[in-house]
């Protein structure tokens, strides 16, 4: 009895580290496509009539809630925290 819960507890954790690896790759991607965005704002200069200050700190708050927002629908497509039994 002891080795089923061991293999049980076993395969679990590989299924959640797998859930896990899968929202950090999903964040990552999100992430480098907001650099990009970033850099091409940031090329084309602050838009209308904001200073380059303003736009930035925009651009990282939304950057943030994208990252926030694609990790948590990542996460319960993949069902993370909530084990097959």
Not at 23 to 49: F, H, M, Q, R
């Amino acid at each position: 009895m002891p080795d089923n819960l061991f293999d049980q507890a076993e395969r679990i954790f590989e299924e959640e580290k797998s859930k896990a690896m899968s929202v950090a790759k999903s964040v990552k991607d999100e992430v480098k496509d907001i650099a990009a965005e970033t850099k091409v704002d940031l090329d084309s200069g602050a838009p209308g009539e904001k200073s380059a200050v303003e736009a930035v700190g925009d651009k990282a708050k939304s950057a943030a809630k994208r990252v926030a927002d694609k990790a948590q629908s990542t996460a319960e497509d993949k069902n993370l925290g909530k084990p097959k039994t």
